[in-house]
């Protein structure tokens, strides 16, 4: 898919259809995604894979129940990111963003994911509400990660319409 069409073609998707995601599939997706940019190429993101109906149902307990209804059928996908890497050096923070720059890189990488995970037939959804501490203990996720968030992914029953976007004029300030 031309990368135009891509862009125009990613929604997120509420409504996934009982089809399960190869494993393999997935990774490659992941794979696609670690070429996203990054603090001094640190690489922080992580990547928490529920592919199984056990490991699915762990992260669903985290979820509230619209975003559970949301992403029911989908595999679901917790992001993170290692604190106190991206935006620091020699463990001190390199300015007043610090560890803002680990979500901004796993942010990066969660589009490309998306992208990535669009281009191989797959719909997402990225879910913020989400319960932390829950998703910790369920899936031992050390506390030297930051969880940031879940997303779901699967074979979207359809795709919806784009949701308006701001005029340039609304978001752009040439200098």
């Known amino acids: 898919m031309e990368f135009n069409e ?41 990547y928490y894979v529920a592919n199984t109906e056990e490991s699915i149902a762990k992260v669903r307990e985290a979820l509230p129940a619209f975003n559970q209804k949301s992403s029911e059928n989908a595999a679901l996908v ?38 990535a995970a669009k281009n191989a037939g797959l719909d997402t959804l990225i879910m913020g509400i989400r319960d932390a501490g829950i998703l910790r203990k369920n899936f031992n996720i050390p506390k030297t990660e930051q969880i940031v968030a879940v997303i779901a992914v699967g074979y979207g029953e359809a795709a919806k319409a784009a949701g308006r976007r701001k005029d340039l004029a609304e978001i752009v300030t040439m200098l």
Not at 6 to 13: E, G
Not at 16 to 43: G, H, M, T, Y
Not at 84 to 106: C, H, I, P, R
């Open 6 to 46: 891509l862009i125009q073609a990613r929604r997120s998707c509420r409504n996934f259809k009982e089809e399960a995601v190869d494993a393999e599939l997935l990774c490659n997706v992941i794979r696609d995604a670690q070429q996203a940019p990054s603090w001094k190429n640190s690489q922080t993101a992580k």
């Open 78 to 115: 917790i992001t993170t990111f290692v604190r106190d890497v991206a935006g620091f050096t020699a463990g001190a923070a390199d300015n007043e963003l610090s560890n803002k720059w680990g979500a901004y890189d796993l942010g990066i990488a969660n589009a490309y994911f998306c992208l």
